[in-house]
């Protein structure tokens, strides 16, 4: 049971700090990730939180992925709702000041890179499931037999134009962002002796039977 909690906690430390990195990132004021440009277009289109129109985008991703029959996990699910009201409250809260010029945008923005590496470290190793956007990636790798990198960067290429087209920020951040995320999660994972591949992403389904089963001995 312990093992259980710290599992959990390992979880929900992750989606904190995710939604840190986010919000460190669009506070850089220097453009954002291609996801969250999207994010701010769909907020300003349709008068909502940055953080709901996280949410909602998450969900609708999770309708598509469970209609393509792959495996959601207590992460995906965890992912979908928490960080979205994670980075809402760290917002709305202006608990993280935005950089009004250059040099501090740019040490912003490099700082919520490391810190998503860092969530990333927690979240995955967590084993409870991959996030509804890496599940995308995940399915479509596999219908097309793609590289995963060629994969991620058809979906985050036609999300950034959707997302620009609605009115979210696009600039120098954006590309600081595609170009230094995989590095940035490399230097963690590294420092942090950490295999991603070693860990087996539970299914909702097998977490809820594992917990039914421990509470009965």
């Not at 928490?82 to 917002?91: E, K, Q, R, T």
């Not at 608990?95 to 969530?119: D, R, S």
Request: hydrophobic letters at 55%; one cysteine or more; a positive charge.
């Amino acid at each position: 049971m312990r093992h259980e909690s710290l599992r959990v906690a390992r979880l929900f430390c992750g989606l904190f700090l995710y939604a840190v990195g986010i919000v460190l990132t669009v506070h850089a004021n220097l453009g954002v990730a291609p996801w969250d440009v999207f994010h701010q277009g769909a907020s300003r289109l349709l008068g909502i939180t940055f953080g709901m129109a996280s949410i909602l985008t998450s969900l609708a991703i999770i309708a598509a992925v469970a209609l393509m029959k792959e495996n959601i996990g207590i992460g995906t699910l965890s992912n979908t709702i928490i960080v979205g009201a994670f980075v809402d409250v760290l917002m709305l809260g202006r608990m993280i000041p935005e950089a009004q010029t250059f040099i501090p945008g740019l040490v912003m923005m490099i700082a919520g890179l490391f810190v998503i590496g860092l969530a990333t470290f927690f979240y995955i190793g967590a084993g409870y499931g991959s996030g509804p956007r890496d599940s995308l990636m995940v399915i479509m790798k596999r219908r097309t037999g793609m590289p995963v990198g060629f994969c991620r960067a058809i979906i985050e290429g036609a999300v950034l134009i959707c997302g620009w087209l609605l009115g979210g920020h696009a600039g120098i951040g954006t590309v600081i962002f595609v170009l230094g995320i995989g590095l940035a999660v490399q230097i963690v994972f590294k420092l942090f002796k950490f295999d991603v591949a070693s860990v087996r992403q539970e299914t909702f389904a097998e977490t809820w039977a594992r917990m039914k089963t421990s509470r009965k001995t």
